[in-house]
Each structure stands twice: as structure tokens, then as C-alpha cells.
Nanobody, 114 residues
């Protein structure tokens, strides 16, 4: 499974960005997919995820501002980020979970200026 994340950039506080994560390869093995982020000096944390049951979970810090969605026809997962804050600045990664293994895409930088 290969994951290609894109859509990061520099945005002012209050602005919006949409991240995309396109999957290819043995995607039939994937049962969960989501977005994580890592800010400088901090641990990687969950942002939003589709669970194996198809429901969504969000970090408390992004609830009401971020929305995870997917286009199965395009094998792509999106993260719509609205009302961005400087504390959202981080490298954002998509992750796909399969039995016994997690696949990570290369991160995309999101920088929110105040």
C-alpha cells in the first residue's frame, strides 16, 4: 500500500485547507484510515480517523473545525480543515491500517500564521 498526501501549505489563522491522501496498491487489505499530525517537539497524535466500522473519530482539539471524508472511487481520503489556528501547525500524515501492519504516507506540512 502506498499513500500520497498532499494539500498542505501556509495559511493565516481562520483560513482553510484541504488535505488529500491517495492510496494505491493492495488497498483491499485496509480496514481503517485516518490523519495524524506531529508538531515540532511533540508526539504524533490522532487528528481524525475512519474506524473499521465506518464511523469517524476526531481529536477534541479539532472537533467542529475539521472533517474527514473519503471518495472510494478515487481511493482517496480528505481532511477539510476550517477555522485553522496557529496550534494546528504540524506535519500531517495519513495512515492506513491493515491486519498486522500500518502504512504511513509522507507528511505534508501545514503552517498557520497568526
Amino acid at each position: 500500500v502506498q499513500l500520497q498526501a498532499s494539500g498542505g501549505g501556509l495559511v493565516q489563522a481562520g483560513g482553510s485547507l484541504r488535505l488529500s491522501c491517495a492510496a494505491s496498491g493492495s488497498i483491499s487489505s485496509i480496514y481503517t484510515v485516518g490523519w495524524y499530525r506531529q508538531a515540532p517537539g511533540k508526539q504524533r497524535e490522532l487528528v481524525a480517523v475512519f474506524t473499521s466500522g465506518g464511523s469517524t473519530n476526531y481529536a477534541d482539539s479539532v472537533k467542529g473545525r475539521f472533517t474527514i471524508s473519503r471518495d472510494n472511487a478515487k481511493n482517496t481520503v480528505y481532511l477539510q480543515m476550517n477555522s485553522l489556528k496557529p496550534e494546528d501547525t504540524a506535519v500531517y500524515y495519513c495512515k492506513a491500517g491493515a491486519i498486522g501492519y500500518d502504512y504511513w504516507g509522507r507528511g505534508t506540512q501545514v503552517t498557520v500564521s497568526s
